[in-house]
């Protein structure tokens, strides 16, 4: 479902960062269910029920040294010659990734705040070295649908189809972009080589920590900052074709949405995507 515009940004997406070193909805008033603010300020209780959380992680077999907040770890070696797996601070990680949302969120979607947003999501790829934040309207929907009606629902949900992306606007001086993060994640991956129990720890982690970044009160505020009648869908998408994962991620993120239908559209279409 990609375009072949769509994967030569990829590529040249994670070019740039191996080279380039360096559950809840938010709502005024509670639903009927109550919604997660008022009993988890910090929009993490919904992961926190399928995934323990941890601070940091670090490959059993390893060993390794301390690094700055967030960024991989210098890499030491055990006796065995194995090169070390280094220890991620995964709440720093998070914190990083939703202060460059907060900071671009506004540039982005600024110039479109009379449309109606209808979907927020980050994008990475099956395995998490790389993360995009990207949005959709109703509005800019149409004008993909009016050139081509018969993937409509593709161009709805799917966010390599989507018009508005995290490089649509310049993020607030002094503040990370989703490049510069990817790229340590990507470092952070690479740096794992062909360990598979680390590879998957890994995963684990990092996608865990994107649900929990883009579920955050402080991202919805952003978002409600630019319209406080904004109830986006949100959702973290593997874009290599996990639809399974992206569903867990509609469930955990959109819980007391006020446009269930909505929710359900999205859901539908992962469903169906990942075969049903």
Known sequence: MLRLSEVLVRVGHLVKCADDHQPAFRTTQATSTGHPPSRDPNGVGAIARWLPQYSTWRHPCYVASSGAAGVPATRTRRASGRSAVPTVDMPAL????????????????????????YAVALTTDSDVVTVTLLA???????VLVEADDAYAD???????????????????????????????????????????????????????????????HRVRASIADINPAWHPVLF??????????????I?????????????????????????G
């Not at 959709?136 to 149409?142: D, G, K, V």
């Not at 952070?188 to 590879?199: K, N, Q, R, Y």
């Not at 993120?253 to 539908?268: E, F, I, K, M, Q």
């Open 94 to 117: 998070r914190e990083r990734i939703v202060a460059s949302i907060c900071a671009t969120i506004g540039p982005m979607l600024e110039g479109r705040a009379s449309e109606e947003l």
């Open 154 to 216: 593709g161009y709805r949900w799917w966010p390599d189809e989507w018009a508005v992306t995290d490089d649509q606007g310049a993020a607030e001086p002094g503040v990370e972009s989703m490049v510069q993060i990817s790229r340590d994640m990507f470092d952070t991956h690479d740096s794992l080589g062909d360990d598979d129990e680390a590879h998957g720890e890994w995963c684990l982690r990092a996608r865990a920590t994107l649900d929990d970044a883009l579920g955050g």
């Open 236 to 249: 973290v998408t593997d874009t290599d074709g996990n639809a399974h994962l992206t569903v867990r991620s």
């Open 136 to 142: 959709h309207t109703e509005e800019a929907l149409q």
């Open 251 to 275: 469930d955990l993120l959109n819980d007391g949405h006020p446009n269930p239908d909505l929710v359900a559209s999205a859901r539908d279409f992962f469903d169906e995507t990942d075969g």
